[in-house]
């Protein structure tokens, strides 16, 4: 069994990489499954009205994990394989791991403060739950570790088809790198001494399989009297035995200790847990030991009431707190723009988790994480930076790979007349445009333009960018071609909607003769006589 849940938990731990770092070799069927397998970004995006699809799967898990126990925990969870690594590295310096304790009203109120965060629609259960915060440490740390340490050599890797690290930030800085930092180094720290502490303690997936499996069928029992050999107690990843007694609220059901038990002493059973009223397995009740019944129901009604007072403050934190705190209200302006599919600024801040899926699988590597570029509600959450790269014409990964329904999906031709900017040009005096500036046939910017939003025209001995908004989808590769280093004349501004765009064949004659541009590299698909124009074609610069 140990060895069978070791290789469990490789295989999931390699495949959630595969998923966060494979670009485009991922089909939709394979992204919908795993999606499926991840509690609270299945449940945000059922409730956003996108993933029904894959639910079937989400319930199965839930149903198995009433029937095995948490074996999601014990065999799938990433971060619970990257604690045990570490509490295993910290018993070979002979550190003595402790149990974690059980906060049970800390553990109900951050459970369903991330479910009702995720039924309100608030972006807030993404710093909650393990799938995102996962997908934070390879964008934030691991990728950008693997870039430094690579980068040596990268004129030979970039010379082959398997490894590429070009485009990718090769240093450390931001402020997604400083929170995987800081995680990472609490993870490796704190698992030495309480092993699965982050999931007995703040996991909301830990949480709600634990409430499940309490209720559940298969359960360890005591068929002997306990030796007092603790094998079991050596064992346990969890550290949830402690002197022979078992706590069922952090145990993660992998068996271990049935394996290593002596004379078959502990027994996977069905039905109910025969333990005292402490929740021990493996312990015989001394004679005056269990309270007194009345002393039980005192208790029993202590914690009924924490638990209430805990969900009714969860209720409260998600739905009257998180939203004004996360900058979801009127939100009418962006400062950096959204990716293809987000439709409209609140609805993508209310249900992006900051997962970094669609970073880390960007193949252009124009999305990054924002910092307070859009305001509070965009902590951490993409953003196009057209001073790194462009959101390719022939490209929609990101719609596909959104666990959250944060971007909706759209097919490429769909995509392509969507519009996540607009662009403006600067045609004034104080321009910096190299043609009417200097003079001289640039054409950068309507060479690349795949649209025909930025267009050509003869103005004197030489030709001027032009551009035509209704064109536009912001792609931004106009910006980002621009020769201009500072000053740019050219920029994409954000939308804080993302409207469809008209086409340019749907709007121009069947043939338009091409403008001869005199040595410039003006793009001929697209290039149209200036009287040819639509009467939205402006060129101003309000930046």
Not at 247 to 254: F, G, H, I, K, S
Not at 378 to 397: M, W
Request: glycine share 6%; hydrophobic share 40%.
């Amino acid at each position: 069994m140990a060895k069978i849940r070791k290789i469990y938990q490789l295989i999931f731990l390699s495949f959630t990489f595969f998923i966060f770092t494979a670009d485009t070799a991922i089909t939709q069927a394979v992204i919908g499954f795993f999606h499926s397998l991840h509690i609270f970004p299945a449940l945000n995006s059922a409730f956003g009205g996108s993933g029904a699809r894959y639910m079937a799967f989400t319930l199965l898990l839930l149903i198995a994990t009433a029937i095995f126990g948490r074996f999601y925990c014990s065999f799938l969870c990433p971060l619970g394989f990257l604690q045990d690594i570490l509490s295993s590295a910290a018993r070979i310096f002979k550190i003595k791991p402790g149990r974690v304790r059980n906060i049970q009203w800390l553990r109900t109120f951050i459970l369903f403060l991330t479910i009702f965060a995720a039924i309100f629609g608030t972006g807030f259960w993404g710093w909650l739950d393990h799938f995102s915060i996962f997908g934070r440490l390879i964008n934030g740390f691991v990728i950008p570790a693997a870039n430094y340490a690579l980068s040596p050599l990268a004129p030979y890797l970039n010379k082959t088809n398997y490894l590429q690290i070009e485009g990718l930030d090769a240093h450390f800085s931001g402020f997604d790198f400083y929170y995987s930092l800081i995680f990472i180094t609490a993870l490796f720290i704190i698992s030495a001494f309480r092993p699965r502490w982050f999931c007995n303690t703040l996991c909301p997936s830990g949480a709600l399989f634990a409430l499940i499996y309490k209720a559940g069928f298969l359960k360890i029992q005591l068929s002997k009297n306990c030796p007092g050999c603790k094998r079991c107690e050596k064992i346990c990843p969890s550290a949830s035995i402690t002197d022979g007694e078992i706590d069922y609220a952090t145990c993660v059901t992998c068996f271990e200790c049935v394996r290593v038990c002596p004379s078959n002493i502990l027994k996977i059973s069905v039905g109910k847990n025969k333990i005292n009223a402490r929740g021990s397995a493996c312990t015989q009740t001394a004679p005056g030991a269990i309270s007194e019944d009345k002393q039980i129901i005192s208790a029993g009604r202590r914690s009924f009431i924490a638990n209430i007072a805990s969900v009714s403050a969860a209720v409260f934190a998600a739905n009257y707190l998180s939203k004004p705190a996360m900058g979801l209200i009127n939100i009418k302006k962006i400062g950096a723009s959204m990716p293809p599919g987000a439709v409209n600024a609140h609805n993508f801040f209310s249900k992006c988790s900051a997962c970094h899926l669609c970073i880390s699988n960007c193949p252009s590597r124009v999305l990054k994480p924002a910092l307070l570029e859009n305001g509070i509600a965009g902590i951490s959450k993409p953003r196009l930076d057209y001073d790194k790269s462009y959101c390719a014409y022939e490209c929609n990964v990101c719609t596909g790979v959104c666990p959250s329904g944060a971007l909706k999906y759209l097919p490429l031709k769909e995509k392509q007349i969507t519009a996540i900017g607009t662009v403006f040009l600067d045609t004034t005096a104080k321009t910096h445009c190299i043609p009417y500036k200097d003079k001289v046939d640039c054409g950068s910017c309507a060479e690349h333009c795949p649209t025909g939003a930025v267009y050509m025209v003869k103005n004197g001995d030489v030709f001027v960018p032009k551009i035509r908004r209704a064109f536009c989808n912001g792609c931004g590769i106009c910006e980002h071609v621009c020769p201009v280093l500072e000053n740019k004349p050219i920029k994409v501004m954000p939308l804080a909607k993302q409207p469809k765009i008209r086409r340019l064949a749907d709007s121009q004659p069947a043939q338009t003769p091409p403008v001869e541009s005199g040595g410039s590299s003006a793009n001929t698909n697209t290039n149209t006589n200036s009287n040819a124009q639509p009467a939205d074609s402006k060129n101003d610069f309000p930046f």
